[in-house]
């Protein structure tokens, strides 16, 4: 099986524009569709991100994500940030056994 | 609205099986539409999928937990359940149920319920 390779965590100003990378170690990152689940402090996930670049209804346009077949690599950004964006984001896609895979989370801290 | 509630034990201990369910309120578990799925979190650390089922029976598990793992749908409750057999200190995590999207993705996740292995 892959693995999903995030950094461990990552920090930026409000207002800025900050990219989380999720790396896929074997297979290609095209091959199946990468989602991205946003989990604050004592509270369940939540998707921003679906079928690689998707939102969910309710998730503003400050949240996109795509995906880069050369460095077999899957981002999500998040522009104008705001304190509550503050959390563990998570990456997540599957095999060909439709086995779900999470990626190690990436803790954001906006300061 | 769709709400999923987990249900079970806080505390079992080693060698024996865990069980939890899942109360699903708002949607159908027999609509063809979803998978329903049970997820999971050990203290600090990242999401673990554990498997989902389909509300005609099928299911399809983690690899590394197959051997200890059942997934299994009560249509009349509308409820699914898990159980893991055997389980060690290691299986103490934050267990999730959620809804499964079009295959595709968990657009409903219930609160999270700790489960303890520990004697």
């Known amino acids: 099986n892959f693995m999903l390779t995030q950094p461990h965590s990552v920090s930026e100003s409000p207002g800025k524009t900050v990219t989380i990378s999720c790396t896929r170690s074997?297979?290609?990152?095209?091959?199946?569709?990468v989602q991205w689940y946003q989990q604050r402090p004592g509270s369940s996930p939540t998707t921003v991100i679906y079928?690689?670049?998707?939102?969910p209804s309710g998730v503003p346009d400050r949240f996109s994500a795509s995906i880069d077949s050369s460095s077999n690599s899957a981002s999500l950004t998040i522009s104008g940030l705001k304190t509550e964006d503050e959390a563990d984001y998570y990456c997540?896609?599957?095999?060909?056994?439709?086995?779900?895979?999470f990626g190690g989370g990436t803790k954001l801290t906006v300061l | 609205q769709v709400q999923l509630q987990e249900s079970g034990p806080g505390l079992v201990k080693p060698s024996e099986t865990l069980s939890l369910t899942c109360t699903v309120s708002?949607?159908?578990?027999?609509?063809?539409?979803?998978?329903w799925s049970w997820i999971r979190q050990p203290p600090g650390k990242t999401l673990e999928w554990i498997g989902y089922?389909?509300?005609?029976?099928?299911?399809n598990y983690n690899p590394s937990l197959k051997s200890r793992v059942t997934i299994s749908v009560d249509t009349s409750k509308n409820q699914f359940s898990l159980r893991l057999s055997s389980v060690t200190a290691a299986d103490t995590a934050v267990y999730y149920c959620?809804?499964?999207?079009?295959?595709?993705?968990?657009?409903?996740w219930g609160q999270g319920t700790l489960v303890t292995v520990s004697s």
């Open positions: 959620a809804k499964v999207e079009g295959g595709v993705y968990f657009d409903y």
């Open positions: 708002g949607v159908s578990v027999s609509s063809g539409s979803y998978y």
């Open positions: 089922i389909y509300y005609s029976g099928s299911t």
């Open positions: 074997s297979g290609s990152i095209a091959s199946n569709s």
């Open positions: 079928e690689d670049n998707q939102r």
């Open positions: 997540q896609s599957y095999d060909s056994s439709n086995h779900w895979v």
